[in-house]
């Protein structure tokens, strides 16, 4: 992954997202050793402060936690956390942003749920 400077989202925001993007994919599971915030900075070529950031939402929120000596760590309903999260608040978002400008555009229910199942949302 490559940050986007650019971006309005913090660095450390996008590397907890990271973070979290692989443990919803497997590549860190449950209780398992994460990158140090050291690792993190090397690999991302940031400020070793800005990864230790990154690293402290993710144990706020309780994705991680701290072994004292050791590191951070996967927690163990992590992933399923980070899942319903990410319905919560993002796709709660999104669908927000959908309804209203569909209000603006004059779309009924209906024909936004006709889009919905025409743009692959079937199930």
Not at 59 to 70: A, D, I, P
Not at 94 to 113: G, H, N, P, W, Y
Not at 115 to 122: D, S, T, V
Request: hydrophobic share 40%; net charge neutral.
């Amino acid at each position: 992954m490559i940050l986007n400077t650019d971006s309005a989202k913090p660095i450390y925001v996008q590397i907890a997202e990271w973070l979290e993007n692989e443990i919803i994919a497997e590549r860190f599971k449950s209780d398992e050793k994460v990158y140090s915030q050291y690792q993190l900075a090397e690999l991302f070529n940031i400020n070793p402060a800005t990864a230790a950031k990154g690293l402290t939402i993710l144990v706020e929120e309780n994705t991680l936690y701290k072994k004292r000596g050791l590191g951070m760590f996967v927690a163990t309903e992590a992933k399923t956390m980070i899942l319903d999260k990410r319905r919560n608040e993002t796709l709660t978002k999104m669908v927000t942003d959908l309804v209203l400008e569909a209000k603006r555009l004059s779309v009924t229910k209906e024909e936004l749920i006709q889009l919905i199942h025409k743009c692959g949302g079937e199930n």
